[in-house]
């Protein structure tokens, strides 16, 4: 087992636990900073991970759509299952032969290590308890490798690596409060690679990221903002569709992280 840590961030203390974990690590009772430190440190050589949490905190966490688009990365890899849970209130990092108890003070973490065998087994006796009669948390939100894949598929390699390159820019945003939600970015990027409407809200309520009537919405939006315009494309049956562009006065030849940029500001003006 680890010794008691002390650590700048949570982060830290995380990785000191599973890198000391052999098969699997229980997290019990996180907050919503070490659920995001978690998903962030979770890659293909960590163990697989158990995360139990009181719903408003994984509510408010998976929010951000980034954070949530990689749970459901781990989770579709099989190194994540999240289940809720309203009674526990200390964050403890559980094994089969160590408990960690996470403990902030100012600036410091720390993580504070118990050798107490039969305490141990207690723990564990207990906590899988409460994660067997726990329910399964649903996450709504689809993969990051499924978007990636379907994207580049249905709309293209440009339209797919403008996107994947736009969402860096929700690393540093407060998903909470960010002007720019997923499906704003998904229009904006749409636009700069003059898509059809259809075809990306269709793509986007395939893939679980909203419905088409959200896309048409959040277009007329964006169209509002000065953003984007839109011109109609005839087809042989039917009403013509309409095919997204950038609008005029926008840098056609911009990033798609400066397009991002361009457009937090105008919406959170």
Known sequence: MISNVMERTVADVLREALDSADDSLLVIAPDAVTVNALIEELDDNTPNVRLLGAPDTLKDVMRNFLTAGRAADHIEAGRLEIRVDTNESNTLLLTADSLVSVVRAGDRVAGLTTDDEEFIQRANDRFQNAWEAAEI??????????????????LGASTAEDFDAALSSFETADGIEDPIDEVMLALLIAAKNDALLYDISKWGEDVGIASKATF???KTQLEESGLIDTEKVPIDVGRPRLRLKLADGRPKDATAEELVSIARSILDS
């Open 137 to 154: 948390y649903t996450l709504r939100t689809p993969s990051l490798a499924r978007i990636r894949e379907t994207l580049k598929t249905q």
């Open 216 to 218: 048409s919405r959040t």
